[in-house]
């Protein structure tokens, strides 16, 4: 069972900073290799957006809404945003995802449930 879970969520005002961290956790039988970490943000409406990627050769990745802004950092079991100069278009449910490979050559995404980050005044 792999678990994975966000945390860092809540109600910061423009202009301000926060940062998100997310832990995976939990075993599986099969060996694997985590071959890259993410977070995504979903708003109601709207399709579910990348934000921020990590690949395990430590190359990262991001949208053009919060490049400069944004900083993902992590390990294979625990990875952060680190959000500075919030914006209110940055209000969302942030998600976190790690990418398992596994023998075989299988792919697994696994997904935390989401931390809500709100900025407003």
């Known amino acids: 069972q792999v678990n994975v879970v966000e945390s860092g969520g809540g109600l910061v005002r423009p202009g301000g900073s926060l940062r998100l961290s997310c832990v995976r956790s939990g075993t599986v039988f099969s060996s694997f290799i985590v071959n890259s970490m993410a977070w995504y943000r979903q708003t109601p409406g709207q399709k579910r957006e990348l934000v921020a990627l990590l690949s395990n050769s430590g190359a990262t990745d991001y949208s053009d809404d919060v490049k400069g802004r944004f900083t993902i950092s992590g390990t294979n079991s625990m990875i952060s945003l680190q959000m500075n100069n919030l914006e209110p278009e940055d209000t969302a449910v942030y998600y976190c995802?790690?990418?398992?490979?596994?023998?075989?050559?299988?792919?697994?995404?696994?997904w935390g449930r989401g931390t809500q980050v709100t900025v407003s005044t």
């Open positions: 995802k790690f990418t398992l490979l596994f023998s075989g050559h299988t792919s697994v995404d696994y």
